[in-house]
C-alpha cells in the first residue's frame, strides 16, 4: 500500500476476512495501542516512543485504501503507554482482508481534520447517525457526569459526585456501581423512544454473583424496555406495552454475573427481540408491534424509581436506533476484547524516499532542526558545476518555520549517519 505522504513512521492493521461474516459499512474500531496489542498481543509501544507524551497524540492518521479514517481519542496514557482509539472504517469485507495503517510522527502538527478527542468534530464522525448515544463510561466536564460520544448530547448525569465512581475498565475507563444507591441518568431522551421501530443496546459489563434482580438499561414505566441481571444471574431483555405482555423476554441459557466482562447485546427487529452475549445469539421471542415509547427517564445500572441497583462495573454502554445485524453484533464484540486487529512491525518511510537525513543548521554549524518529514531529496552533483540539494516537506509540518532560521543544510546517510555533504541554504520556495 502507498505511504500517506510527509508521514515517517506507520504499522499495519489487519482485519482477516475469516473474522468477518458480512460486510460491515461505517464500523467504529477499537485500536489499543500499548506493548500488548491485537491478536497476539503484539508490542506496539513504538508509537509512545515516537509520540513522547500525551501532548502529541493527535500526530496521528488511520487509512484503509489510502483514504483517512476518522478517529475519536478515547484515552492516551503515555506514562502507561496505554492508548484506546475509535476508528470508523468505511468498509470492512468478508471475502478479503481489510487493511488499516496507523501512522505517527511527533514532527506532524495535530490532525485536527481526522482525529479529536471526546466530543470533537472528528470523534463524533466516528460514529453513524444510527447511533442514539455512545458513552465510553468515563467521566466528563466533572465526576457527576458522562459524555456521549455521538452528536446527539445525550450526556449522562449521576445521582452525585463519584456516585457511581470512575475506575479502570476493558477499555479505558469505567464506571463502578455500588449496588447501595448508583445510577445514571438521562431525562426522557426523545432518541430513545422508538415507538414500533427497531432498535439495539449494548452495555459492556462486569458483575459479582448475586441473588436479585439487577438493572443495565432501564426505560420502563409499564410501557418500554429493561436489560437486566435476574436472580438467578442470567442476562435478561424485556419489552412491553398495554396490549402486548406475553413472550416479551430474551434470555441468556446461562448466568453471566461471574466477575468477567460480557457484552450484551439486546435487539428488536420488526416483531422480534433477540439477546447476544459476547457476539453470540442466546435467545430470541416474537412480542408483536410493541410500542415502546415512554415518558420515562432513561436509567443505567438501576430502574425509573430508581431501585435495583447494580453491583458490579458498566463500561462501553451503546443506543441505537435500528437492528444491528448478527455480523456487526460479531465483529464488535471482537473488536471490543481486542481480537479484531493483527499488529504489524513498525515500518519506516521506504528506504527510496530515505537515503538521507536532513538537517538544519546555522551559521555556526549548531543543529537547528531535523527534518524527519522530507521527501523527494535529490543530490545533483554535475560536473564543473556545484552540487544541488533540492528537497520537499508537507506544508502542515510544524517544522517548516526553521526554514527561515537555517543558513546551512547537512545531509547525512540515513544507514550510516556519516556526512554526505553540506550545503549554504540559498532558495526556499512554497509550492503549496
Not at 513522547?52 to 484515552?75: F, L, S
Not at 431501585?307 to 455480523?327: T, Y
Request: charged content about 30%.
Amino acid at each position: 500500500m502507498s505511504w500517506l505522504s510527509g508521514w515517517s513512521k506507520r504499522i499495519r492493521l489487519t482485519i482477516d476476512k475469516d473474522d468477518i461474516d458480512g460486510v460491515l459499512s461505517d464500523f467504529p474500531v477499537l485500536v489499543y495501542i500499548s506493548a500488548a496489542s491485537g491478536i497476539g498481543d503484539v508490542d506496539a509501544s513504538c508509537v509512545f516512543d515516537e509520540l513522547k507524551v500525551n501532548a502529541n497524540r493527535k500526530k496521528i492518521a488511520i487509512t484503509t485504501d489510502g483514504i483517512e479514517c476518522y478517529v475519536e481519542i478515547e484515552k492516551w496514557d503515555d506514562v502507561n503507554e496505554k492508548a484506546w482509539l475509535w476508528v470508523k472504517v468505511p468498509s470492512i469485507a468478508s471475502e478479503t482482508d481489510t487493511e488499516l495503517y496507523l501512522y505517527y510522527d511527533r514532527g506532524r502538527a495535530d490532525n485536527t481534520t481526522y482525529v479529536g478527542d471526546t466530543n470533537s468534530t472528528p470523534a463524533e464522525s466516528v460514529w453513524d447517525a444510527n447511533f442514539k448515544a455512545v458513552y465510553h463510561m468515563a467521566d466528563g466536564v466533572d465526576n457527576a457526569h458522562i459524555y456521549d460520544s455521538t452528536g446527539n448530547d445525550n450526556d449522562g448525569t449521576k445521582k452525585g459526585a463519584n456516585e457511581p465512581n470512575e475506575v479502570d475498565g476493558q477499555i479505558g475507563k469505567a464506571q463502578e456501581f455500588d449496588i447501595t444507591d448508583d445510577y445514571i441518568v438521562r431525562a426522557n431522551p426523545p432518541d430513545f423512544n422508538f415507538g414500533t421501530g427497531d432498535f439495539t443496546l449494548e452495555v459492556l459489563v462486569k458483575a459479582d454473583a448475586g441473588i436479585t434482580r439487577r438493572f443495565l438499561i432501564d426505560k420502563y414505566i409499564g410501557i418500554g424496555y429493561s436489560l437486566e441481571f435476574q436472580s438467578s444471574g442470567t442476562l435478561r431483555f424485556f419489552i412491553r406495552d398495554a396490549t402486548h405482555t406475553t413472550n416479551n423476554t430474551a434470555t441468556s441459557a446461562l448466568r453471566k454475573d461471574d466477575s468477567n466482562y460480557h457484552l450484551a447485546t439486546a435487539l428488536r427487529k420488526v416483531n422480534d427481540i433477540e439477546l447476544y452475549v459476547d457476539g453470540v445469539f442466546e435467545d430470541s421471542n416474537t412480542p408483536g408491534a410493541v410500542n415502546v415509547t415512554a415518558v420515562v427517564d432513561f436509567h443505567l445500572g438501576s430502574t425509573r424509581i430508581p431501585d435495583n441497583f447494580l453491583d458490579g462495573i458498566e463500561d462501553e454502554v451503546r443506543i441505537s436506533n435500528v437492528a444491528r445485524s448478527a455480523e456487526w453484533i460479531k465483529a464488535t464484540s471482537e473488536s471490543i476484547f481486542d481480537d479484531l486487529l493483527a499488529f504489524g512491525s513498525e515500518e519506516l518511510t521506504p528506504l527510496s524516499a530515505r537515503k538521507y537525513i536532513v538537517e538544519l543548521r546555522n551559521s555556526d554549524g549548531d543543529l537547528v532542526s531535523i527534518l524527519h518529514n522530507a521527501y523527494d531529496i535529490s543530490l545533483s552533483e554535475a560536473i564543473n558545476e556545484a552540487p544541488l540539494l533540492d528537497f520537499s516537506i508537507p506544508a502542515d509540518d510544524i517544522k517548516a518555520a526553521d526554514l527561515t532560521r537555517a543558513n546551512e543544510v547537512w545531509l547525512r546517510n540515513y544507514k550510516t549517519g556519516a556526512i554526505v555533504k553540506k550545503f549554504r541554504l540559498n532558495l526556499r520556495r512554497d509550492t503549496r
